[in-house]
C-alpha cells in the first residue's frame, strides 16, 4: 500500500513485479530533494522470484534474482540503474555449502552477476558499494541481498 506523500516528504509503495515485503515496510520510497530530483531508497532485495515465491538454493541464482528484483523496483520509482548511487551488499558467511563457504566473500560470485547487471543494465557504471559478511538474512534460505539508493533528475520544467 502506497502511503500519501506530503509536499516534500518520502513516499513509500511496493512494485506489483517484486515480492511483496511483510507489513512493516514498503520497498520502495522517493524522497524529494529538489523541484528536479529525488533519492529513491531500495529496501534491501534477495532472490525470491516474485512469480513463484521460489528461492534458488544456489548463491549465483539468489544474486541474479535479486539484480532483476532491483531492476523492477528502480523502474516502478522512475529511475534506472544509471541512476544509483551507492550500493550495499550483504552475504551470509556459513551458508551450509562447504565449497562456498570456504572462499573469501568477495569471490563468492555475486560480483561478477552484479558488474553483468550494470553493464547490460547502465553502460558499466560502478558506483561505490559496501560489501558485509554476515551471520544471516531475514530469512533461512535467503544467501544474499542488494539495497540500492539512486537519484533521479527530472528535466526542468
Known amino acids: 500500500m502506497a502511503s500519501p506523500q506530503p509536499p516534500?516528504?518520502?513516499?513509500?509503495?511496493?512494485?506489483?513485479?517484486?515480492?511483496?515485503?511483510?507489513?512493516?515496510?514498503?520497498?520502495?520510497?522517493?524522497?524529494?530533494?529538489?523541484?528536479?530530483s529525488e533519492l529513491i531508497t531500495l529496501a534491501g532485495q534477495v532472490g525470491i522470484d516474485p512469480q513463484t515465491r521460489h528461492i534458488p538454493g544456489d548463491f549465483v541464482s539468489q544474486a541474479r534474482i535479486a539484480c532483476r528484483n532491483v531492476q523492477a523496483c528502480l523502474a516502478a520509482a522512475g529511475a534506472t540503474p544509471r541512476d544509483i548511487v551507492h550500493v550495499r551488499h550483504y552475504i551470509v558467511h556459513k551458508t551450509g555449502n562447504a565449497d562456498l563457504d570456504a572462499l573469501e566473500i568477495f569471490d563468492r560470485g555475486w560480483g561478477p552477476v552484479w558488474m553483468e547487471f550494470m553493464d547490460r543494465e547502465a553502460d558499466g557504471h560502478r558506483p561505490p558499494d559496501t560489501v558485509l559478511g554476515v551471520a544471516a538474512l531475514a530469512g533461512k534460505s535467503l544467501l544474499y541481498e542488494v539495497e540500492v539508493w539512486a537519484i533521479r533528475h527530472a528535466p526542468a520544467k
Open 8 to 36: 516534500g516528504q518520502p513516499r513509500t509503495f511496493n512494485p506489483a513485479n517484486v515480492p511483496a515485503p511483510p507489513p512493516t515496510y514498503n520497498q520502495v520510497a522517493t524522497t524529494p530533494l529538489a523541484p528536479t
